[in-house]
């Protein structure tokens, strides 16, 4: 995307001088008046397609892409709080600031997942947007399972299966809904009534779901996707022992270190693909592997002329961390729209003025710096020192 | 600071079920009233209280500080784009992100260091408050230099000298005036024109400025501040061979691998007090210095009953890289005034609704969920791979 394209500079001159550089906030009712005019499938297929096109074009001469940094906890409940940077050369930084805390659901009607994502001017430092992360969150990791099931499912695939029936596995269905034909969806949560309300989160869909037993949902899927929030050390949430042989399962849950979903069984014999191995290796299904063991990653599948599909009779696994290049596709589908719209309040946030040498100069000019009067020095010392 | 504090949760029911999480911004204009509120002198001298505090106050059993990391660039411009996190364990977690870019100031008319500090519930992964980072850096380099001097420079310091009169400097010269009987200050800058114009800048001090040649700057200084650009392996900026006796020097520029101010010899002979002794080891003056040449962390010095002054006859040196726990000090200072005086705007940046489970739940309030209605999967596929 070039620099001069409708994410370009936003900075202008105005009031003589006084340069501005506005910063575009894009909150839950801006993002819902923009799904508004867009259309929630239209969003959805766009960053899919974006993801597919961004990852068949990445050179990381130009892009510099880091694994996911963060702090980890266990009080007062377990979680993490991270952040995902990624770099294009002498145009953006995009990070997300990402929590992830389980027990949000039930102690406090938050979504397990909660963040915002940033976009700054690399070659100024300034912020030039700052968006919720978590509908563009749940969006891209379904539209990354998507890409991934378009090289590695069969096209027919009808019958989709969801282990986890939270947050993730709405937009897993919305995104494969869009590129396969689907006829139902089977799925299983260990706590039922999760299950159960699943419907009514996908009724959008006009598909017929079906909470059934957890062997039921490894039976019956041509695709499965797993969503859950197993605790570490606590996998595997599949037996992986009755599934069709053309198997295709997007493992999405993995994304901490100990966490994982699959049983090493069924990831022995299955091709893995990762989103971004340095990560997979360290947070995802990649972690019960050894390197020489592990398959195309999802850049490589997708530049890969040979169809991933050649594969079948195998089963096939793509092992989903999430990457922050997915969190700047999606920020970038939805701050293009935006600006076309002119959706999102414009905040002058950082504190400028006519001298970039004086970072007080912006106090002057409504007269708030202070007089020439110095107060006893004596005083504060001795404050100090109390 | 108790979490029940000022800066306690935000979180608030309203409207029936919905769950609310506001996000506070305070950008130029609401930093300006704030500043106009509460003065300028005092809310320097509350940061230089409060990072006292917190420094002498520090368990890393409690907070978790990591080092900068970030980005390094050649293109367009050298410059360095980074993130500074540190968590307080149960609380919250505050990152600045930074961009250190010398070229600003010539070519954009930007200040070198432009940023924004954000503060999250590190409990639910909300954020918090969305701060300029601008001011607040400013604020809190200069603050950290008066806690550093007040520990290791005679308390009757009359002389300041300043080499390199950026907006740095500016900071430096305000923080040092709270603690010390300046009686006057003599700066240099490489760029005579910006030697020249400091004076405006640090009009509101009230003290004479001489703009002088830098050997009369090391001779005369009682306390010298370095605050360059300098770019990666052209240093020293100092000479160091006609410091007066007892001088103590704030070296606050370096903060990149390559980039230090001060002589070798001069190192060596002094105390050398790094704010944070893993990042200083990389970033700072102490790249120059085996660990056991370094003396005391800023933290060891404020905690210690001995007076880091018995050192004289020595010079003394405050190793200063900035860190992540001066950022959350200066924006607690902020926050706290922002929060009382009603000043900032307030976002619903996350989209939320009453189903966390469901990450589109948000649209159904206004009935922006599509219908159900199933476009043609086909068109979807073919569009993908063609």
């Not at 991270?82 to 805390?101: A, C, F, H, I, T």
């Not at 493992?251 to 100990?258: H, I, Q, R, T």
Request: hydrophobic share 40%.
């Amino acid at each position: 995307m070039a620099s001069t394209g409708p994410l370009g500079p936003e900075t202008h001159q105005s009031k003589g001088k006084t340069l501005m550089l506005s910063t575009r906030v894009l909150g839950e009712q801006e993002m819902r008046r923009l799904v508004a005019a867009v259309g929630l499938h239209a969003l959805m297929d766009e960053t899919i397609a974006a993801l597919e096109r961004t990852l068949a074009g990445f050179d990381s001469a130009h892009t510099e892409l880091r694994k996911r940094e963060g702090f980890q906890y266990q009080h007062p409940s377990p979680g993490v709080f991270e952040w995902m940077p990624v770099m294009e050369v002498g145009r953006q930084v995009v990070v997300k600031l990402v929590g992830y805390n389980p027990a949000n659901v039930e102690g406090m009607g938050l979504p397990t997942i909660l963040s915002s994502i940033s976009l700054y001017d690399v070659n100024t430092g300034h912020l030039r947007a700052l968006c919720d992360g978590t509908f563009p969150t749940a969006l891209r990791t379904g539209a990354a399972s998507a890409v991934a099931s378009r090289h590695l499912a069969r096209p027919d695939s009808q019958v989709l299966g969801l282990v986890g029936c939270g947050a993730q596995a709405v937009t897993q269905a919305h995104a494969l809904s869009r590129l396969f034909p689907l006829k139902r969806l089977v799925v299983y949560d260990r706590r039922p009534e999760t299950a159960r309300s699943f419907a009514r989160r996908v009724d959008f869909l006009g598909l017929p779901v079906e909470a059934v037993p957890l062997e039921h949902v490894e039976r019956e899927a041509d695709i499965l996707c797993t969503a859950t929030s197993v605790e570490v050390g606590a996998g595997p949430v599949l037996s992986g022992t009755q599934l069709k042989p053309h198997i295709h399962i997007n493992a999405v849950g993995s994304d901490l270190p100990g966490k994982t979903e699959l049983p090493l069984e069924l990831l022995r014999r299955a091709l893995v693909c990762p989103d971004y191995l340095p990560q997979a290796l360290e947070e995802g299904e990649c972690q019960q592997l050894r390197p020489g063991d592990i398959g195309p990653s999802l850049f490589e599948l997708v530049r890969s002329s040979e169809p991933g599909r050649r594969h079948h009779g195998r089963p096939t696994v793509f092992d989903s961390t999430g990457i922050a290049l997915e969190d700047q596709v999606v920020l970038e589908v939805l701050l293009t729209h935006a600006q076309n719209l002119g959706i999102g309040r414009l905040v002058q946030l950082e504190s400028l003025a006519d001298d970039p040498r004086d970072p007080y100069s912006f106090l002057r000019t409504e007269g708030v710096l202070p007089e020439a009067a110095r107060t006893d020095y004596r005083t504060q010392v001795s404050a100090c020192e109390s």
